[in-house]
């Protein structure tokens, strides 16, 4: 018996434990679901002197009391087993599967109590509360577990609410943001609901100018300085989409915001008081040019001081002791430019290789007018002067030629009929009305052509004998300088009168003149569908769609001039057809010609 106790001591390893029931199963099991399960831990066996000093006398019957209620006859120590001390007696608790497993082992070692059951050692007992101990431990850390929300799982009804009230909260907020910018809106700007011009005339009115709006004092006294410095800029030319630029965007507001959200399809939004959208620097050609090509005038607000530049007056100013008026915060920005569908000069805005013409046009008792159109891709103006019968001939052939996108007169000196043809001969034109305080006089129109420096250096006068000779000529038709004059007014409100007339590229127009060529009326240019198909006034199925395979932009515009105004000698039309074979007959010229011809910009 002592042989076999002594084979308990020490630690039992889990090597040398029987494998329980569902190991091998475990040990199948991916180490991942293995890691969740507890290892059993190795069991110490507890057993001191006294109890190896009972072990070694004599066997003796003896009884094991269960509890120290009992009254049981005290025994020597060598006669008595092993007993348990009343200190630790403790009611007797079911096995574990551990207490289960080494049962056999100890089987020999235990003792029979009153009622001749066997019962197992206090060391045993005593693992068995420890071993209850640690499953009470890890249920609890498991109800824990269970009980904390999930890193990536679902949150917890009441993480849950939160977030529902948090949620809530900011959507109320965003209601009361909305409602109060709109009635922001409807006092601050409520000179956009029914907008009046300049002169507070409304929509209604004959004369209304739509270039301009009406703004009274008391709202631009409560708008902050951004908004003031927009508005006083949008108020003169109201008719225009303006892009104005902040820092690296340019953004369109209200009115202007309105039209690129629904006609552009950019997003809109109302961050600030006003309604915005915002498009990159880089991108303005694109946005631009698809706005002008659909009948839309584009003004160019630009920055005209950095941060740093305004620091620096800033500064500036604070050092010195002049005292001066509370100056703005807002950096400093002025129109720089306004693009029209006319007067496109930007190669990246121009929709083909063809001419843009602007029209500016007089008339006079009689069907008689005095005519100015300039093509503002090359800067070449054409001055003419036409009087025309009942039929309109000459100025139908004008404009069919030409087929200017904008016209500009004085409001009111143009007969029905002649608006009546512009508006039958071309697709939605822009009809621009100068008010009759605008246009200039005779003596305005050779001032600013003398002292404006468009023929003469700055700080120098330009004397008439230096003006084009073909102005000078012109000079005695007065119909035809006020067409001028009214031609230099427009670009000078687009800020590209010095560009285009300082290039001296003036030239007389008169459709009668060409002992070369055919004359082709706008009758016969319509009914033949040279220029413009008769079903929707496009150029599909037109003489020139099907010809012009021209590779350059001055290549077209030449095989325009050639279709309208076909040549008439046959000298002229043989040579013409013998250079066509020469070509044909040496395609390695022709290769080398387009190639060299192709990636030219546009010259004239």
Same mark, same amino acid.
């Given at each position: 018996w002592m042989s076999r106790q002594t084979s308990l001591l020490g630690f039992v390893s889990r090597s040398a434990q029987p494998k329980r029931k569902g190991d091998e199963e475990l040990e199948d099991q991916p180490a991942a679901k293995r890691a969740r399960v507890a290892p059993t831990k190795r069991v110490a066996l507890d057993i001191s002197d006294d109890d190896f000093a009972g072990a070694a006398a004599p066997k003796a019957k003896s009884t094991v009391t269960k509890s120290p209620a009992k009254a049981t006859p005290k025994k020597a120590p060598a006669k008595s087993a092993v007993t348990k001390s009343p200190a630790k007696s403790t009611p007797k608790k079911t096995l574990t599967r551990k207490a289960k497993n080494v049962k056999s082992m100890a089987e020999e070692g235990s003792s029979e109590n009153e009622d001749g059951e066997n019962e197992a050692p206090d060391w045993m007992d005593e693992e068995d509360d420890d071993d209850n101990d640690n499953d009470n431990d890890d249920q609890v850390e498991e109800e824990e577990k269970e009980s904390k929300p999930r890193k990536r799982g679902m949150l917890s009804s009441t993480s849950t609410k939160k977030v529902e009230m948090k949620h809530t909260e900011k959507e109320r907020e965003k209601r009361k943001r909305e409602e109060k910018r709109k009635e922001l809106r409807k006092t601050k700007f409520a000179f956009l609901e029914n907008p009046l011009d300049e002169q507070k005339r409304p929509q209604t009115d004959p004369h209304y100018d739509p270039r301009t709006l009406h703004i009274p004092r008391s709202s631009l006294l409560s708008m902050t300085d951004f908004e003031r410095q927009y508005w006083e800029i949008k108020r003169k030319c109201f008719d225009t989409i303006v892009f104005f630029k902040k820092g690296k965007f340019f953004e369109l507001f209200e009115t202007d915001a309105q039209v690129g959200h629904e006609v552009l399809g950019l997003k809109i939004t109302d961050r600030v008081n006003m309604k915005m959208v915002g498009i990159p620097v880089s991108h303005f050609d694109f946005w631009a040019g698809k706005l002008v090509n659909l009948?839309?005038?584009? %003004?160019?607000?630009?920055? =005209?001081? =950095?941060?740093?530049?305004?620091?620096?007056?800033?500064? %500036?100013?604070?050092?010195?002791?002049? *005292?001066? %008026?509370?100056?703005?915060?807002?950096?400093?920005?002025?129109?720089?430019?306004?693009?029209?569908p006319g007067t496109v000069v930007d190669e990246g805005m121009l929709r083909d290789h063809h001419s843009n013409y602007l029209l500016s046009i007089t008339e006079s008792a009689g069907r008689t007018f005095g005519i100015c159109f300039i093509d503002t891709s090359v800067g070449e103006f054409n001055l003419g002067y036409i009087e025309d019968d009942d039929q309109y001939t000459h100025l139908r052939t004008l404009i069919v030629r030409t087929r200017p996108k904008e016209i500009v007169f004085e409001k009111g000196t143009l007969q029905n009929k002649t608006l009546k043809l512009f508006k039958d001969q071309l697709s939605s034109p822009i009809m621009n009305q100068m008010n009759s305080n605008e246009v200039w006089s005779m003596d305005t129109i050779r001032d600013n052509l003398t002292y404006q420096n468009y023929f003469a250096p700055e700080d120098e006068e330009a004397e008439f004998d230096s003006w084009p000779e073909v102005l000078k000529d012109s000079w005695s038709k007065g119909l035809t300088i006020s067409a001028l004059g009214l031609t230099i007014l427009y670009l000078k409100e687009l800020k590209?009168? *010095?560009?285009?007339?300082?290039?001296?590229?003036?030239? =007389?127009?008169?459709?009668?003149?060409?002992?070369?060529?055919?004359?082709?009326?706008?009758? %016969?240019l319509s009914n033949l569908e040279i220029l413009e198909n008769t079903t929707n006034l496009g150029t599909e199925g037109t003489l020139l769609k099907a010809i012009d395979k021209c590779l350059t932009p001055f290549g077209s515009r030449m095989m325009r001039r050639w279709v309208c105004t076909p040549l008439r000698k046959i000298s002229d039309i043989n040579d013409r057809l013998d250079a066509v074979d020469d070509l044909l007959g040496n395609p390695s010229v022709v290769e080398m010609i387009t190639s060299t011809l192709k990636p030219l910009p546009d010259l004239e």
């Amino acid at each position: 018996w002592m042989s076999r106790q002594t084979s308990l001591l020490g630690f039992v390893s889990r090597s040398a434990q029987p494998k329980r029931k569902g190991d091998e199963e475990l040990e199948d099991q991916p180490a991942a679901k293995r890691a969740r399960v507890a290892p059993t831990k190795r069991v110490a066996l507890d057993i001191s002197d006294d109890d190896f000093a009972g072990a070694a006398a004599p066997k003796a019957k003896s009884t094991v009391t269960k509890s120290p209620a009992k009254a049981t006859p005290k025994k020597a120590p060598a006669k008595s087993a092993v007993t348990k001390s009343p200190a630790k007696s403790t009611p007797k608790k079911t096995l574990t599967r551990k207490a289960k497993n080494v049962k056999s082992m100890a089987e020999e070692g235990s003792s029979e109590n009153e009622d001749g059951e066997n019962e197992a050692p206090d060391w045993m007992d005593e693992e068995d509360d420890d071993d209850n101990d640690n499953d009470n431990d890890d249920q609890v850390e498991e109800e824990e577990k269970e009980s904390k929300p999930r890193k990536r799982g679902m949150l917890s009804s009441t993480s849950t609410k939160k977030v529902e009230m948090k949620h809530t909260e900011k959507e109320r907020e965003k209601r009361k943001r909305e409602e109060k910018r709109k009635e922001l809106r409807k006092t601050k700007f409520a000179f956009l609901e029914n907008p009046l011009d300049e002169q507070k005339r409304p929509q209604t009115d004959p004369h209304y100018d739509p270039r301009t709006l009406h703004i009274p004092r008391s709202s631009l006294l409560s708008m902050t300085d951004f908004e003031r410095q927009y508005w006083e800029i949008k108020r003169k030319c109201f008719d225009t989409i303006v892009f104005f630029k902040k820092g690296k965007f340019f953004e369109l507001f209200e009115t202007d915001a309105q039209v690129g959200h629904e006609v552009l399809g950019l997003k809109i939004t109302d961050r600030v008081n006003m309604k915005m959208v915002g498009i990159p620097v880089s991108h303005f050609d694109f946005w631009a040019g698809k706005l002008v090509n659909l009948g839309y005038k584009i %003004a160019k607000v630009e920055q =005209t001081e =950095t941060p740093i530049m305004k620091k620096k007056q800033t500064d %500036a100013k604070k050092q010195s002791k002049v *005292k001066e %008026a509370e100056e703005s915060k807002v950096l400093h920005r002025e129109l720089s430019k306004i693009i029209t569908p006319g007067t496109v000069v930007d190669e990246g805005m121009l929709r083909d290789h063809h001419s843009n013409y602007l029209l500016s046009i007089t008339e006079s008792a009689g069907r008689t007018f005095g005519i100015c159109f300039i093509d503002t891709s090359v800067g070449e103006f054409n001055l003419g002067y036409i009087e025309d019968d009942d039929q309109y001939t000459h100025l139908r052939t004008l404009i069919v030629r030409t087929r200017p996108k904008e016209i500009v007169f004085e409001k009111g000196t143009l007969q029905n009929k002649t608006l009546k043809l512009f508006k039958d001969q071309l697709s939605s034109p822009i009809m621009n009305q100068m008010n009759s305080n605008e246009v200039w006089s005779m003596d305005t129109i050779r001032d600013n052509l003398t002292y404006q420096n468009y023929f003469a250096p700055e700080d120098e006068e330009a004397e008439f004998d230096s003006w084009p000779e073909v102005l000078k000529d012109s000079w005695s038709k007065g119909l035809t300088i006020s067409a001028l004059g009214l031609t230099i007014l427009y670009l000078k409100e687009l800020k590209l009168d *010095k560009e285009l007339v300082s290039q001296r590229n003036f030239k =007389t127009y008169d459709p009668l003149i060409s002992p070369n060529h055919l004359i082709l009326d706008g009758k %016969a240019l319509s009914n033949l569908e040279i220029l413009e198909n008769t079903t929707n006034l496009g150029t599909e199925g037109t003489l020139l769609k099907a010809i012009d395979k021209c590779l350059t932009p001055f290549g077209s515009r030449m095989m325009r001039r050639w279709v309208c105004t076909p040549l008439r000698k046959i000298s002229d039309i043989n040579d013409r057809l013998d250079a066509v074979d020469d070509l044909l007959g040496n395609p390695s010229v022709v290769e080398m010609i387009t190639s060299t011809l192709k990636p030219l910009p546009d010259l004239e």
